[in-house]
């Protein structure tokens, strides 16, 4: 199975704005998407968006819509999250995994497979 490893977190305030990537060793013809979630402490852990690695097409949680953008470099098996306007209650450990298939609703954690160790992102006030 196919591991990601995301990097990319840090400290910012509110207002600012930060890259995550996240990247995978290698890409199977059965990745067809990859998806980025975030965990609160003692919070269930949140759907942010999601890209499909062939077309590039994004699907955004409302919380986050119009402030975070995610893409993909296919050459370099890596995809982005962009995060603008971050908030603390952005803060949060953010995870990426990847998802084969076409079925179900591509927002459920249970969906994915290959989560990376997250990588921690707190907006101070």
């Known amino acids: 199975q196919v591991q990601l490893v995301e990097s990319g977190g840090g400290l910012v305030q509110t207002g600012g704005s930060l890259r995550l990537s996240c990247a995978a060793s290698?890409?199977?013809?059965?990745?067809?998407?990859v998806g980025w979630f975030r965990q609160a402490p003692e919070k269930e852990r949140e759907f942010v968006g999601r890209i499909y690695w062939r077309t590039g097409n994004t699907y955004y949680a409302d919380s986050v819509k119009g402030r975070f953008t995610i893409s993909r470099d296919n050459a370099k098996n890596t995809v982005y999250l962009q995060m603008t306007r971050l908030q603390p209650e952005d803060t949060a450990v953010y995870y990426c995994a990847h998802r084969s298939g076409f079925s179900g609703s591509y927002s459920s954690s249970s969906e994915y497979a290959g989560w990376g160790q997250g990588t921690q992102v707190t907006v101070s006030s």
């Open positions: 290698v890409r199977t013809v059965s990745m067809n998407a």
